[in-house]
């Protein structure tokens, strides 16, 4: 009876201090890494969460851009991380498929722990506004006279934009060119001057540019049409099925944080994604926003990277 006694005034002491650590955490400034450069889809999701989470945790929150293969160099760091106070924006590309490309120096599933999903976006077709097209078909038939001579740009090999243009190269027929970029930002830059023509990249990426006039959009890479962009087809209905593609994200942490500071995290995250300031500027870049638990999101990864293994095997595809 002593023994046991003593076991749960020792279960009642960790919970109080865990809870305590919870209540007591941040401590000093909190990093939210970003696995690509200013201007794409991750760094819009992480800013936009980073910019209201400070005051609900009391401590500054730093959305800090460390761009590099596929997106995992910010979710190498922040496995590998020590201090307690830092974070990754996680995206599709990182957690779910790069592990199946890419020799990681992490455990994509051990390392890391799935704590708050963010949001999705769908990928978009764009085009350089110079080229005579107009439409997906006019596109396919335009790659198919000019074999291997149309580049498309991406935010890095790996990436859900080149996923979903292998994936076009393969329904559509066609030979076109992977030109992979450190991120959206740089790619985005040379589509919009003609270095490249063209695009599937993520709806935040592109929105601003699209509105502006600086490229043209042929098609959403989802099942329905988006709010953004009412009048823009879907694959499906440009005349290609099977080009399905979205971007998701979602905050990770080492898989040492304490789970009270998880419960924490995914708490505080989740007002901010429910503000209607926040709701309203992911919605402007097209992102749907749909709540899950940390048991869910933690059984969406798994899925993800199931589905994503498999459509990589099945279509072959290898980075170059």
């Known amino acids: 009876m002593k023994t046991l ?13 865990g809870m305590a650590s919870a209540q007591e955490w941040p401590t000093k400034p909190v990093r939210i890494l970003v696995g690509s450069s200013p201007g794409g889809g991750t760094d819009a999701m992480a800013r936009a969460v980073a910019d209201r989470l400070g005051p609900l945790l009391k401590q500054p929150v730093l959305a800090e851009n460390r761009p590099g293969a596929s997106n995992t160099l910010a979710a190498d760091l922040t496995a590998k991380s020590t201090d307690g106070h830092t974070m990754v924006m996680g995206v599709s ?17 051990k390392d890391l ?12 077709l764009v085009v350089n506004n110079a080229l005579p097209v107009d439409s997906v078909q006019s596109l396919i038939k335009l790659a198919k006279s000019r074999p291997g001579k149309l580049n498309y740009a991406t935010s890095g090999a790996g990436s859900t934009q080149h996923i979903a243009a292998e994936l076009f190269k393969d329904q559509a027929g066609v030979f076109i060119t992977h030109i992979p970029y450190r991120g959206s930002g740089p790619a985005l830059v040379d589509l919009i001057s ?15 540019h699209i509105k502006n006039g600086r490229m043209k959009p042929l098609a959403v890479a989802s099942a329905k049409r988006n ?5 823009v087809p879907t694959m499906a209905e440009a005349g290609l099925k099977g080009v399905e593609m ?22 505080e995250v989740s007002k901010v994604l429910a503000m209607p300031e926040t709701q309203a500027r992911l919605g402007a870049i097209g992102a749907d926003l749909t709540p899950m638990t940390q048991a869910q999101f933690a059984q969406f990864h798994t899925d993800e ?15 170059e």
Do not use: C
Request: charged share 15%; no cysteine.
């Open 5 to 17: 006694a003593i076991a749960i005034v020792l279960g009642w002491s960790a919970l109080a201090s």
């Open 93 to 109: 590309t990182a957690h779910a498929i790069a592990p199946h490309l890419l020799k990681l120096g992490y455990d994509n599933n």
């Open 113 to 124: 722990v799935p704590v708050v999903f963010v949001g999705a976006v769908p990928n978009v």
């Open 194 to 208: 003609g270095e490249v023509q063209l695009s599937f990249d993520t709806m935040p990426s592109v929105i601003g």
């Open 227 to 231: 709010p953004q962009l009412p009048n």
């Open 246 to 267: 979205s971007a998701w994200y979602g905050i990770y942490m080492p898989v040492s944080t304490p789970k009270a500071v998880q419960e924490r995290v995914h708490a």
């Open 305 to 319: 990277n199931k589905r994503y293994g498999d459509l990589i095997a099945k279509k072959n595809i290898k980075l």
